[in-house]
């Protein structure tokens, strides 16, 4: 059973508009969640986190909101640029003691359109 | 200088062979992890280690092994694989601060296996 889903696996956004990237979670042991930004050939490259104590972090172009009660994340990128182009994972720790153990999401792919 | 380095980047094996995959972080981590990602599947959790010591087995098959031999290096040794093993295997490193949760995971570039 997937604790963590990303039911887009793909999104296609006009350069210069709002990406929104969606993710829900079943577990509500989950208290960090995290966004995640793969290039091909590349290994996923962290992008922006989260506590469960919060419901919106900013750093930039980009936002990430957490909606605790709906088990729901979002993130978004305004504006979003021809370089945000990437598959896109949503991940979710429960925590244990001593490592960080990550559950993944399947991702979504953003294509930004020029 | 990248952070965390995988080699080799890309890996053809027959059933047969043993070979290992390599993993090394420069950014004085004490946890790391080996994750594999089939196609159009999450990634998966196999191995973690902290501070040299495994914690975590997700149930991997013995035909999968994994070396810690200090905080900045991780083996995946292999052998007997099946064609079904072939897939993109990342290794990650994060620091460890007894318990919080506000640490992130830094990932190498991954090593493409194809099993023939």
């Known amino acids: 059973d997937q604790q963590v889903k990303q039911n887009s696996p793909s999104l296609s956004v006009q350069e210069g508009r709002i990406s929104i990237l969606n993710c829900d979670y079943t577990?509500?042991?989950?208290?960090?969640f995290l966004w995640y930004k793969k290039y091909p050939a590349e290994g996923p490259t962290f992008l922006i986190s989260?506590?469960?104590?919060?419901d919106k972090n900013e750093d930039g172009r980009f936002t990430v909101f957490l909606n605790k009660s709906a088990k729901h994340l979002s993130l978004h990128i305004v504006p979003s640029q021809p370089g945000d182009s990437a598959v896109y994972f949503c991940?979710?720790?429960?925590?244990?003691?001593?490592?960080?153990?990550?559950?993944f999401g399947q991702g979504t792919r953003l294509t930004i359109n020029p | 200088e990248t952070g965390v380095t995988q080699t080799p980047r890309h890996l053809v094996m027959g059933m047969t062979n043993k070979k290992s995959l390599k993993c090394e972080q420069h950014l004085g981590h004490n946890a790391m992890y080996w994750y594999k990602q089939s196609a159009k599947k999450p990634l998966e959790l196999m191995f973690v280690?902290?501070?040299?010591?495994?914690?975590e087995n997700n149930s991997v098959p013995s035909r999968f092994s994994p070396e810690c031999p200090n905080s900045s290096h991780l083996f995946l040794h292999l052998h007997t694989l099946q064609p079904e093993d072939s897939a993109l295997y990342l290794c990650?490193?994060?620091?460890?601060?007894?318990?919080?949760?506000?640490?992130?995971?830094?990932f190498g570039p991954g090593t493409r296996l194809t099993v023939l």
């Open positions: 577990n509500s042991m989950f208290d960090y």
């Open positions: 990650a490193s994060s620091p460890w601060r007894g318990g919080t949760l506000t640490d992130t995971q830094y």
């Open positions: 989260i506590s469960s104590i919060k």
């Open positions: 991940a979710a720790s429960g925590g244990i003691q001593g490592a960080q153990k990550l559950v």
């Open positions: 280690y902290s501070l040299e010591e495994r914690v």
